[in-house]
Nanobody, 116 residues
Framework: QVHVTESGGGLVQAGGSLRLSCAASGSSFSIMGWYRQAPGKERELVATIFTSTAYTNYADSVKGRFTISRLNAENTVYLQMNSLRPEDTAVYYC???????????WGEGTLVTVSS
């Protein structure tokens, strides 16, 4: 059974930093990533990483500020968020895609609040 668990959210002032962690278990994963959903808005991609090549993809709004990285041995990915802005406030969800099947699994989310 696949489990995806996020941690590391919280309250931070604008300009500050946070690091999110995501641990997935129960399978092998080809892609892991972070998405976010702000109040009243749709869920959007933040960053993804291919576990085999470390190829990364970022939303334009976070390029240069956020960095996604992985620790393959433990099916863990991190999202280092610097220079945070109030508009980064959202629930951040971790996503893991299972090798071969392509099935997606989501964590329950962790809230990030950036105060101005």
């Amino acid at each position: 059974q696949v489990h995806v668990t996020e941690s590391g959210g919280g309250l931070v002032q604008a300009g500050g930093s946070l690091r999110l962690s995501c641990a997935a278990s129960g399978s092998s994963f080809s892609i892991m990533g972070w998405y976010r959903q702000a109040p009243g808005k749709e869920r959007e991609l933040v960053a993804t990483i291919f576990t085999s090549t470390a190829y990364t993809n970022y939303a334009d709004s976070v390029k240069g500020r956020f960095t996604i990285s992985r620790l393959n041995a433990e099916n863990t990915v991190y999202l280092q968020m610097n220079s945070l802005r109030p508009e980064d406030t959202a629930v951040y969800y971790c996503n893991a895609v299972v090798w071969y099947s392509g099935m997606n699994y989501w964590g329950e989310g962790t809230l990030v609040t950036v105060s101005s």
